[in-house]
Nanobody
Framework: VQLVESGGGLVQPGGSLRLSCAAS????????ASWYRQAPAKERELVAA????????KYLDSVKGRFTISRDIAKNTVYLQMNSLKPEDTAVYYC?????????WGQGTQVTVSS
């Protein structure tokens, strides 16, 4: 089982990024998936989550209306579309899956929002 994130980078305030989390070794759509983030000197926090196929979504209050979590079943990938980015969104973003009783994390991707 492996989760590999991509799509991070440097963006100006108000800009957009789309993060991808490609899964291998299991069918991601049969499990819930989440995105977390961790800023320097802060605890890791849940940003967004999506249920298994047909499941709902939930978001951190501060990103509601700006971020959207989704999945592409055919590509076995989960996405996080981030719009109207703010400097306080700067963090390392991690993909997370709980598969067959085990916790799996991706390696993280850095998102920096700065002018």
């Amino acid at each position: 089982v492996q989760l590999v994130e991509s799509g991070g980078g440097l963006v100006q305030p108000g800009g957009s990024l789309r993060l991808s989390c490609a899964a291998s070794g299991f069918t991601f759509s049969t499990y819930a998936a989440s995105w977390y983030r961790q800023a320097p000197a802060k605890e890791r926090e849940l940003v967004a989550a999506i249920g298994s196929s047909g499941g709902g979504t939930k978001y951190l209050d501060s990103v509601k209306g700006r971020f959207t979590i989704s999945r592409d079943i055919a590509k076995n990938t989960v996405y996080l579309q981030m719009n109207s980015l703010k400097p306080e969104d700067t963090a390392v973003y991690y993909c997370y899956g709980y598969v067959n009783g085990l916790r799996y994390w991706g390696q993280g991707t850095q998102v920096t929002v700065s002018s």
